[in-house]
């Protein structure tokens, strides 16, 4: 009887355990201990469903729960997704756990925001967005989030890179389903950067099924040049071939047939009035040229719009009609654009409604898989000698200026045949230029003071030109004080003058006093030629070993010539030797003339730009110290 009793009491233990751990599922103290270290939220389950229901039709589904480790990664308990009326939201649930993954309560109305789309530069945008959080700061705690959509915006499927969330969360598992009926099949998709294949199964109706996993990924640290996730990190693209969406038909199966969606969008909508032909003939009558009429739309462009946003319905695909720009005077990248073609069209001028992927910080499109890969819209105007690209969005832009938004990247041009997928102009290190002449006298006793004639060139005009616009002097002078390493510095006479050419210029002259360039030693005056630049570049995670590629962006450089009046010295007892450096990363010159008490510095870096592999960043270390090095040089007067 005893044993019997034990054996209940035991087999009641057992039960009461295991039922706790079923409960406890999202135990924070479970998680492994290498899942935690540098990370400030788990990802302890992300499932994300996608069932293609035939071409106008699919739905989503996702399952999201997130372990919040400390303060800094309470970001990653808020789930934020887009709806609009093509994105119809079904259902959306939530549960908050305490750490030891007891629930403590169920997502409340109170708990989710509902915000429109519009904003500053957004006039209309039927795009919403649903906000869930709790409030609750007991660390650890966990975050369960249910969601279901109705989608009929099928030009995209999913994009899936589970561990492209910032630095510092780990994944325990996420999982990628496709589901595609057979007469849509087979599903195109991209796997990139070592994902593990997909696997393959069938429903009992016959739909196919796509599946991937990932498992146990560490948080990933940021360092500097990284590439894009894109780029280095585990994900799938998939996309249509055929599709329906508001009633429009496309087919994505190749960059030929997504450039003919495209066309069929935009049929009919570059159409203008009488009057307004008229308008921009007589605004470009005194031109004789192509590419000068070509000039004078885009200026007539300037001034008659501006940018606003416009995302209604289909809005984010399909432009506004010219006419509709043409009476109101705005419109978004696609109707600018739109409108702008239909001005050219009007003086016989071809050119091509361009698609494209645009941003500073954006990665390329896969240039191997058709698919709705951008973002921005902008025009290719084709010319016998050149090919001029306008960006339609910008007041104040250079004409054919192309900045680093859209500039070295594949885009989509939509000509009369279908899709044509082109490379866009890259910049230069020469169109990418500071060139700095200066003139400097020093004083016995350190004093310094000089006049510069600076011209900002390429990126480093777009970095001073919305600056220049304000005649705000104080931030120009701030600015100054930071890009150009002279904290001490004081500005005076600013002259700005900028030159709208292709690639755009700004020039500036000034005058600065220094302060103390110099420091006297009793008889000895040690004087640091190049106080201007120093390409000094200090690793952010110097005892780190480098894991990923180094990605250098842009190329440019500085070309400088300044020259000092030196005081009355007996002579010169230490000079700066002339360097002369050139790696794969840059090229690097230095070179010093003495004459007459005057001494002449001539400066000149060039940054390559490329992909590099994790292994050469130890180079890359070493040639910015020798020019660290180079920069800090002295010169030594015996006064």
């Keep these: 009887m005893k044993n019997s009793t034990l054996l209940l009491l035991l087999l009641i233990s057992l039960a009461w355990r295991h039922t706790l751990t079923a409960q406890n599922r ?30 106008g039709l699919g739905a989503l589904k996702r399952h999201l729960v997130v372990t919040v480790l400390d303060a800094e990664g309470v970001e990653h ?87 492209s969330s910032p630095s510092e969360v780990s994944i325990e598992s996420s999982k990628l389903t496709i589901e595609i009926p057979e007469n849509l099949a087979p599903l195109r998709y991209k796997e990139v950067n070592g994902v593990a294949p997909v696997q393959n199964s069938k429903t009992e109706k016959g739909n196919l099924v796509y599946t991937w996993n990932v498992k146990n990924l560490v948080a990933h640290e940021v360092e500097d040049f990284m590439p894009k996730w894109l780029r280095r990190g585990p994900g799938v693209m998939a996309a249509p071939s055929v599709f329906e969406m508001d009633g429009y038909k496309g087919d994505f199966s190749t960059w030929q047939k997504v450039g003919e969606f495209d ?21 470009t009558k005194n031109e004789t040229t192509t590419l000068g009429k070509v000039q004078k739309v885009y200026e007539y462009l300037q001034q008659k719009t501006r940018y606003i946003s416009i995302q209604l319905g289909i809005g984010g695909l399909q432009p506004f009609p010219a006419q509709y720009v043409a009476e109101k005077g705005y419109g978004d990248c696609k109707a600018l654009s739109n409108y702008t073609k239909a001005l050219l069209k009007a003086l016989g001028i071809e050119s091509y409604y361009t698609s494209i992927q645009a941003g500073a910080n954006e990665p390329d499109i896969l240039t191997d898989f058709p698919a709705q890969q951008f973002n921005h819209v902008i025009l290719c105007v084709p010319m016998k000698q050149d090919t001029v690209w306008l960006e339609c969005t910008s007041q104040t832009n250079a004409f054919g200026y192309m900045s680093t938004f859209t500039s070295n990247r594949h885009a989509l041009l939509a000509t009369p045949q279908g899709g044509v997928l082109v490379k866009t102009p890259a910049l230069t290190s020469k169109d990418n230029l500071i060139k700095r002449n200066i003139a400097m006298t020093i004083s016995a006793t350190g ?21 220049m616009l304000t005649g705000n002097t104080d931030e ?69 070993e480098r894991k990923h590629p180094i990605e250098l962006v842009n190329t440019y450089s500085y070309q400088d010539e300044f020259t000092i009046q030196l005081p009355s010295y007996q002579t010169v007892e230490a000079l700066p030797p002339n360097v002369n450096i050139t790696s794969k990363f840059g090229v690097f010159k230095n070179e010093y003339r003495l004459e007459a008490g005057k001494l002449t510095v001539k400066r000149y870096f060039e940054r390559k730009n490329g992909l590099f592999q994790a292994s050469e960043y130890n180079e890359m270390l070493e040639f910015y110290k020798k020019i660290a090095k180079a920069d800090r040089a002295q010169m030594v007067l015996k006064l």
């Design 77 to 163: 308990a808020q789930l934020v997704f887009a709806y609009t009326k093509l994105n119809k939201l079904i259902d959306l649930e939530g549960v908050l756990y305490d750490a030891l993954g007891e629930k403590v309560r169920k997502l409340k109305k109170d708990n989710i925001g509902d915000y429109g789309g519009v904003q500053a530069m957004n006039l209309f945008d039927d795009v919403r967005f649903k906000v869930a959080e709790f409030s609750y700061a007991n660390f650890p705690f966990t975050v369960e989030f249910t969601y279901e959509l109705q989608d009929k915006q099928l030009t995209s499927y999913q994009r899936w890179f589970p561990h």
């Design 26 to 55: 999202w135990n924070a103290l479970s998680i492994p201990a290498e899942m935690k270290e540098k990370a400030h939220a788990v990802v302890r389950l992300d499932e994300t469903n996608f069932q293609v229901k035939g071409p």
């Design 263 to 283: 066309n069929v969008l935009g049929q009919g909508r570059d159409v203008l009035d009488a009057q307004a032909i008229e308008d921009i003939k007589a605004f």
């Design 476 to 544: 120009q002078i701030e600015h100054l004080h930071k890009s150009l390493h002279l904290a001490n510095a004081s500005f005076k006479n600013l002259a700005w003058k900028q030159d709208k050419a292709r690639v755009p210029s700004l020039k500036l002259n000034c005058e600065v006093n220094l302060k103390k360039t110099a420091s006297l030693s009793g008889s000895r005056l040690f004087i640091t030629p190049n106080i201007f630049f120093s390409e000094d570049y200090q690793p952010s995670n110097p005892n780190e």
């Design 447 to 467: 004093e310094t003071l000089a006049k510069f004639d600076i011209d900002f060139k390429g990126i480093f005009h777009d970095d001073y030109e919305g600056l």
